[in-house]
T-cell receptor, first 114, second 111 residues
Framework: NAGVTQTPKFQVLKTGQSMTLQCAQD?????MYWYRQDPGMGLRLIYY???????DKGEVPNGYNVSRLNKREFSLRLESAAPSQTSVYFC?????????????FGPGTRLLVL | LAKTTQPISMDSYEGQEVNITCSHN???????ITWYQQFPSQGPRFIIQ???TKVTNEVASLFIPADRKSSTLSLPRVSLSDTAVYYC????????????FGGGTRVLVKP
């Protein structure tokens, strides 16, 4: 049981280049999320998917697109990278139990846009 | 979404109890209070969640007064490895929960 995995771990892009960040979870969770975290700041929600086949915008969606490929996988795409998108990107999935809801986070992808 | 306010940083020493208070004045009736811990270069990790009164697990305790306008995370007998950023969040327990992470509280545990 690997939990939430993300690839790549680290990426350097030039302004205007595109890339896709991959995320997969093996916990059979319905909901998945993409966050970004800038240095010294809290996490900000980019997009989320409450269930397979649905996606919705979070707090900072501009410049990003997402695809919920299936229940396991949720990808984040930068069509034309900008230096302002330099950040650490975290993917998460969540489970809801009777007594609590928990989001499980991946190890993050560090993105540098030059 | 309820806004939360917590101290920017706190220092403590090994073996002491650390209490972090979070203010959430506009918490809604169905909102839960959740705390996450984040180490450098890692994703946040769930610590504890509660709705009212007191919740305790193997890691921490969460105290929530009757008016629910604040909550206190208590870390008993901290060690150096508890040095991290702690986030207080308030949200409804539901699928596709749009959690809002504030700046968190940086806890530094000294030897």
């Amino acid at each position: 049981n690997a939990g939430v995995t993300q690839t790549p771990k680290f990426q350097v892009l030039k302004t205007g280049q595109s890339m896709t960040l991959q995320c997969a979870q093996d916990m059979n969770h319905n909901s998945m999320y993409w966050y970004r975290q800038d240095p010294g700041m809290g996490l900000r929600l980019i997009y989320y998917s409450a269930s397979e086949g649905t996606t919705d915008k979070g707090e900072v969606p501009n410049g990003y697109n997402v695809s919920r490929l299936n229940k396991r996988e949720f990808s984040l795409r930068l069509e034309s990278a900008a230096p302002s998108q330099t950040s650490v990107y975290f993917c998460a999935s969540s489970e809801i139990k009777v007594d609590r809801e928990t989001q499980y986070f991946g190890p993050g992808t560090r993105l540098l846009v030059l | 979404l309820a806004k939360t306010t917590q101290p920017i940083s706190m220092d403590s020493y090994e073996g002491q109890e650390v209490n972090i208070t979070c203010s959430h004045n506009n918490i809604a009736t169905n909102d839960y209070i959740t705390w996450y811990q984040q180490f450098p270069s890692q994703g946040p990790r769930f610590i504890i969640q509660g709705y009212k009164t007191k919740v305790t697990n193997e890691v921490a305790s969460l105290f929530i007064p009757a008016d629910r306008k604040s909550s206190t995370l208590s870390l008993p007998r901290v060690s150096l490895s508890d040095t991290a950023v702690y986030y207080c969040l308030v949200a409804v327990k539901a699928a596709g929960n749009k959690l809002t992470f504030g700046g968190g509280t940086r806890v530094l545990v000294k030897p």
